[in-house]
């Protein structure tokens, strides 16, 4: 049974800093990985999608990585702003079910 | 992509009851998905909403609690049965639109609250 992890479970950084978010898995056979963003009381945004078959995915200010040999993404963040505090969320696709992470909850104070 | 509407977009009910919850998907589907989000937890599939057929059911879940009727590729609805507190969370629908960049696609979510 697939299980997903993350860590921190909570982060609180000021603003400006790079900040790194982890994800781990116990089944590397996966289609994908996909992280998302969730704000207090909203749904979920999609932020990147990185393919079984890819390394990293880039947009703007996120960077995702991927090793699925080792069971583990991570989620870069640069210049972080308070913007960005939410609950990103990380998930694996399994045949055809997203199974979902436990959370990190980021605070970017200014 | 998919854009998703929900509704209602929250409710609080009295235990007992039943709620009947409502997703509707801008472009024709092959796969829903009906999530929970429990308060404080991350999201956990509750079931695949299969048009023409019955919904496959994660374990831990039943028809019976969780009715789901996928009557075309664009609406699915989701009911939440004889309710208690330990049902207070927030609902999901969620679709892939296998469009080729097999990005998955969220509703806002139904906040439910029962009393």
């Known amino acids: 049974k697939q299980e997903v992890t993350q860590i921190p479970a909570a982060l609180s950084v000021p603003e400006g800093e790079n900040l790194v978010l982890n994800c781990s898995f116990t089944?590397?056979?996966?289609?994908?990985l996909q992280w998302f963003r969730q704000d207090p009381g909203k749904g979920l945004t999609s932020l990147l999608l990185i393919q079984s078959s890819q390394r990293e995915q880039t947009s703007g200010r996120l960077n995702a990585s991927l090793d699925k040999s080792s069971g583990r993404s991570t989620l870069y963040i640069a210049a972080s702003q308070p913007g960005d505090s939410a609950t990103y969320l990380c998930?694996?696709?399994?045949?055809?079910?997203?199974?979902f992470g436990t959370g990190t909850r980021l605070q970017v104070f200014p | 992509s998919a854009v998703i509407s929900q509704k209602p977009s929250r409710d609080i009910c009295q235990r007992g009851t039943s709620l009947t919850i409502q997703c509707q998907v801008d472009s024709q589907v092959t796969m829903m998905f009906w999530y929970r989000q429990q308060p404080g937890q991350s999201l956990t599939l509750i079931a695949t909403a299969n048009q023409g057929s019955e919904a496959t059911y994660e374990s831990g879940f039943v028809i019976d609690k969780f009715p789901i009727s996928r009557p075309n590729l664009t609406f699915s609805t989701l009911t939440v049965s004889n309710m208690s507190p330990e049902d207070s969370s927030i609902y999901l629908c969620?679709?892939?639109?296998?469009?080729?960049?097999?990005?998955?696609?969220f509703g806002p979510g139904t906040r439910l609250l029962v009393l």
């Open positions: 998930a694996v696709k399994n045949t055809d079910k997203l199974i």
């Open positions: 089944d590397s056979a996966i289609y994908n």
């Open positions: 969620s679709v892939d639109p296998m469009t080729g960049d097999e990005t998955q696609y």
